[in-house]
């Protein structure tokens, strides 16, 4: 019954929908299931030019000292 599953997707959609509203007005989200790498961008294209890592394998993109992209490795390993 793709109703029962559409139902289950759209819980997720609105339990996320708090958290959403508090990034920038625009943005982009990608995801790599094979990859298991997940793209967030605040500006498209997307051209940094340089990148920090953190302890956590987030990569930090900026250009010109603005943060205009996320790239995390290993996403699934924040699911709840």
Do not use: C, W
Not at 22 to 51: C, G, M, N, W
Not at 61 to 68: K, P, Q, T
């Amino acid at each position: 019954m793709a109703e029962a599953g559409a139902g289950e997707e759209l819980k997720k959609i609105i339990s996320a929908i708090p958290m959403l509203l508090e990034f920038p007005d625009r943005f982009h989200v990608d995801y790599d299931r094979e990859a298991d790498v997940l793209y967030i961008s605040f500006e498209r294209p997307q051209k940094a030019t340089d990148t920090e890592v953190t302890d956590e394998g987030i990569l930090l993109r900026f250009r010109e000292g603005r943060l205009v992209g996320i790239t995390v490795l290993n996403a699934s390993r924040f699911k709840r």
